[in-house]
């Protein structure tokens, strides 16, 4: 049962949906990390180049809009889709570091009062 045909099931969709949701979020999160500026009486100038967390996030983010899109095309590749864990382990691959880059970020606000 499908949505589109009677040979496009719902699920793979639902799939490729919710990857190219993310692509817009992942695009957003490394402009604004790489254009973000601010001053700080305490810290100064505060820049993307001045942090290596932040050159991270910019890479994981633009790492993870592109990993969005390819997935979502490998969905209709059927030689890839038929490998469930071919994908659960690149999502997961590409889930942890951004995790610990948010996990940066956060304490960066809350003990320095900067914002990432």
Known sequence: ???????????QVLDCCLRLFAVPFSIASFWLTLT???????YGDIKFSNFTGLKYLAIISAIAAGYAIVGAVCLWIKVIVS????????????????TRLIRLCTMMVLKGGLIC
């Open 1 to 11: 049962m499908g949505i589109l045909g009677n040979n496009i099931p719902i699920l």
């Open 36 to 42: 973000n500026q601010q001053k700080n009486r305490d």
């Open 83 to 98: 490998k469930a864990w071919l994908f659960f382990v690149s999502d997961q691959v590409c889930f942890f570091p951004r």
